[in-house]
């Protein structure tokens, strides 16, 4: 069982970037699918990102070119660069996992982090 663990967030200007890092224990990132979510207050959460087991990725409509998801084998860490973040990227970002295959569902997820960007 894999324990993931978020960091990176904070606050920014609009304009400005951020890398977010999922840090895997209890186990290999490498045989998971793995994903990053979001959720705004009052907004029902949302997929950001997704990266296969074979590093095949999918974004969101919203991301526009402007986000990066990938990972380190050798690091046990997914990451999501996020450049050219807006007012409406304000949320919570949670990374979430799942053995070998996409979700949903999504078997493991991280407790989040904050990111804040303002106007």
């Known amino acids: 069982q894999v324990q993931l663990a978020e960091s990176g967030g904070g606050l920014v200007q609009t304009g400005g970037s951020l890398r977010l890092s999922c840090a895997a224990s209890?186990?290999?990132?490498?045989?998971?699918?793995v994903a990053w979510h979001r959720q705004a207050p009052g907004k029902q959460r949302e997929l950001v990102a997704t990266?296969?087991?074979?590093?095949?990725?999918t974004y969101g409509d919203f991301v526009k070119g402007r986000f990066t998801i990938s990972r380190s084998v050798a690091k046990n860490t997914v990451y999501l660069k996020m450049d050219d973040l807006e007012p409406d990227d304000t949320a919570v970002y949670y990374c979430?996992?799942?053995?070998?295959?996409?979700?949903?569902?999504?078997?493991?997820w991280g407790q989040g982090t904050q990111v804040t960007v303002s106007s």
């Open positions: 990266s296969s087991v074979g590093d095949s990725t």
């Open positions: 209890g186990g290999l990132i490498a045989p998971y699918a």
């Open positions: 979430a996992a799942n053995p070998y295959a996409l979700g949903p569902p999504w078997r493991y």
